[in-house]
């Protein structure tokens, strides 16, 4: 059950959030979705996808303080051959180390309509590299606070193909007995044309049941936002994903752990396209959703 937190608010181990929240830079968020979709492609077998890990550690280190970043390898096997796949992470160490670990991700791949073409343009600029740009400006926010849980901030490889990255950092985290607190999963969150809500408005996708674990923290999150962000409505959906489709935060719901997925309000027609570019991006509804992210991070590290 997801309690609500004590009369004396989050956390007193972290900034205060109000602090954390003022702290999300609409365009620092743009510098990154520029950066990640000007690579020509991140299709898992592009010659250019290393250029986006490789930019995504950059960032993650430059971001300094207590973060511990490293590639976490894996074998991808598809469209009949084989390939070494990155998972990038941050660590941001618990003073806690039994109080387990928040999970804040997101996918750096990218593709075309033709999931095997590897050398047409996929700029993935809401797909998903709005999703990265969050995670990254979360972990530059957090990168000198001391929480009691453990986060770790995880752009993820192979999602486009079977969520590859994703199911590949839970069987590893398992086997080392790790546990999950809960994971949030940021993808397709930077336009947010169609809102019913003047405010703007965002999905959270959840596997249920009503009582599930990921279906409370939905809700929980939900409710939070409502309190540290008003007029941008949190809008939580009784599925797991849109019908055949799905995200990372699969990956963790499958293995018995809470885990929610946000996405904007409307479906984007670019995605998975050449037209999928940066200028599509609305950096405030961006700044937006990732606060509503943070809210999520700052939930989790409260439970008992």
């Known amino acids: 059950m997801y309690l609500a937190p004590t009369a004396?608010?989050?956390?007193?181990?972290?900034?205060?959030?109000?602090?954390?929240?003022?702290?999300?830079?609409?365009?620092?968020?743009?510098?990154?979705?520029?950066?990640?979709s000007a690579i020509h492609s991140r299709q898992v077998n592009s010659a250019t996808i290393g250029d986006a890990a490789q930019y995504i550690h950059d960032q993650f280190a430059a971001a300094g303080g207590r973060l511990v970043v490293e590639y976490d390898e894996f074998l991808l096997v598809f469209n009949g051959g084989s390939s070494s796949q990155r998972n990038v992470i941050a660590t941001l160490p618990g003073s806690d180390p039994s109080a387990g670990i928040v999970v804040i991700g997101a996918h750096y791949d990218s593709r075309t309509a033709d999931l095997t073409d590897s050398s047409g343009r996929a700029p993935g600029a809401n797909d998903n590299a709005t999703g990265v740009a969050a995670v990254l400006e979360l972990a530059r926010i957090m990168a000198h606070e001391r929480p009691r849980a453990t986060i770790q901030f995880v752009a993820f490889s192979?999602?486009?193909?079977?969520?590859?990255?994703?199911?590949?950092?839970?069987?590893?985290?398992?086997?080392?007995?790790?546990?999950?607190?809960?994971?949030?999963?940021?993808?397709?969150?930077?336009?947010?044309?169609?809102?019913?809500?003047?405010?703007?408005?965002?999905?959270?996708?959840?596997?249920?049941?009503?009582?599930?674990?990921?279906?409370?923290?939905?809700?929980?999150?939900?409710?939070?936002?409502?309190?540290?962000?008003p007029g941008f409505d949190v809008l939580v959906q009784d599925a797991i994903d849109r019908p055949h489709r799905y995200s990372d935060h699969n990956s963790f719901s499958e293995a018995g752990f809470a885990a929610v997925r946000l996405i904007q309000a409307q479906e984007d027609p670019d995605n998975h396209s050449g037209g999928d570019t940066a200028d599509h991006v609305d950096g405030e509804y961006l700044r937006r959703a990732t606060q509503t992210a943070l809210v999520g991070i700052m939930w989790l590290l409260e439970l008992p």
């Open 8 to 36: 004396t608010g989050f956390s007193t181990q972290v900034a205060p959030i109000k602090d954390l929240l003022g702290a999300v830079s609409a365009e620092q968020l743009m510098t990154d979705v520029t950066a990640l």
């Open 158 to 229: 192979g999602e486009e193909v079977g969520r590859k990255g994703s199911i590949h950092f839970v069987e590893q985290g398992q086997a080392r007995g790790e546990v999950f607190r809960g994971m949030i999963a940021l993808d397709i969150v930077g336009n947010g044309a169609g809102s019913s809500t003047p405010g703007g408005s965002i999905r959270v996708f959840s596997a249920g049941p009503e009582g599930s674990p990921s279906r409370e923290l939905a809700r929980s999150l939900a409710a939070q936002a409502e309190t540290y962000l």
